[in-house]
């Protein structure tokens, strides 16, 4: 009778660590996406010219994160009123960062002359920092407030001198 029972209490313990580990299974395979609210990733790359980026290193201003890459039409569509914006608000203490992913380091830098950028980029051929916000399909901007906080996410590419978009910008200010 012991026997029984000493199995049956067996069987219950293999059961459920067999649906424990089928949920760490799962959970581990699933993307992990920052949406807004959640508290945004905090990262670390080094620029070209040596500058060390980090998204704590903002010094509480707001800081609009935007995922990009050369071969990404809609990328390339938004980068001039990104780049009016960031002329725009840079002396409110909005800083503009761009992550491209292009693995291919020459045709990022030839972009970048040709199209004067005037906010900091930075190269992430991995896709690291990217993949830590879920990030997967480009362009994709989170704007993150003073405290680490995704206020907004912006998935595909905007006008970033829309009166609706500086209106919002301005109100977080």
């Given at each position: 009778m012991s026997s029984?029972?000493?199995?049956?209490?067996?069987?219950?313990?293999?059961?459920?660590?067999?649906?424990?580990?089928?949920?760490?299974?799962?959970?581990?395979?699933?993307?992990k996406v920052v949406d807004v609210g959640d508290k945004a990733p905090d990262f670390q790359i080094t620029a070209d010219n040596g500058r060390v980026l980090s998204r704590s290193g903002f010094g509480g201003r707001l800081l609009v994160l935007n995922f990009w890459a050369t071969w990404c039409p809609p990328c390339i569509e938004e980068m001039p009123s990104l780049d009016q914006f960031q002329r725009r608000f840079a002396a409110s203490g909005v800083v503009v960062a761009?992550?491209?992913?292009?693995?291919?380091?020459?045709?990022?830098?030839?972009?970048?002359?040709?199209?004067?950028?005037?906010?900091?980029?930075?190269?992430?051929?991995?896709?690291?920092?990217?993949?830590s916000y879920g990030t997967f399909k480009y362009p994709e901007t989170y704007v993150i407030d003073s405290q680490g906080k995704v206020v907004r996410k912006i998935i595909g590419p905007a006008d970033w001198m829309d009166a609706k978009m500086v209106s919002y910008i301005q109100s977080l200010l």
């Open positions: 029984t029972k000493l199995e049956r209490s067996l069987l219950l313990v293999m059961g459920v660590l067999f649906v424990a580990l089928g949920y760490v299974v799962v959970d581990a395979f699933r993307d761009g992550v491209s992913v292009d693995t291919n380091e020459r045709t990022y830098h030839e972009f970048l002359r040709k199209a004067n950028v005037s906010f900091l980029t930075v190269r992430d051929p991995e896709a690291r920092i990217s993949s």
